[in-house]
Nanobody, 119 residues
Framework: QVQLVESGGGLVQPGGSLRLSCTAS????????MAWYRQAPGKQRDLVAT???????NYADSVKGRFTISKDNAKNTMYLQMNSLNAEDTAVYYC?????????????WGQGTQVTVSS
């Protein structure tokens, strides 16, 4: 069984920073790619950033230059450093993993962590 667990969300003032973490655990054979998504109230879930097994990254235009995705392979952990936060960044942030265990390859999701940007 594979699990993704996010942490690091919370309340932050506009202009502030937060770092989210996502740790994958279980019988993981290979991590192909991981990503962060977010979903604001009443809106669809949108892709924020991705990172491949080789370390290539990609960002949504709305977060380029402010957010940085990274990973620690030894810890099976992915991070999202979020700087210069504004109210439009308020959302539930979800971790996604394109992973393989002994039964095959599939997408996994974390439970989400709330990020609220407010003064």
């Amino acid at each position: 069984q594979v699990q993704l667990v996010e942490s690091g969300g919370g309340l932050v003032q506009p202009g502030g920073s937060l770092r989210l973490s996502c740790t994958a655990s279980g019988s993981i054979v290979k991590i192909y790619a991981m990503a962060w998504y977010r979903q604001a109230p009443g809106k669809q879930r949108d892709l924020v950033a991705t990172i491949t097994s080789g370390g290539s990254t990609n960002y949504a235009d709305s977060v380029k230059g402010r957010f940085t995705i990274s990973k620690d392979n030894a810890k099976n952990t992915m991070y999202l450093q979020m700087n210069s936060l504004n109210a439009e960044d308020t959302a539930v942030y979800y971790c996604n993993g394109d992973l393989a265990n002994w039964s095959g390859r599939r997408d996994y999701w974390g439970q989400g962590t709330q990020v609220t940007v407010s003064s």
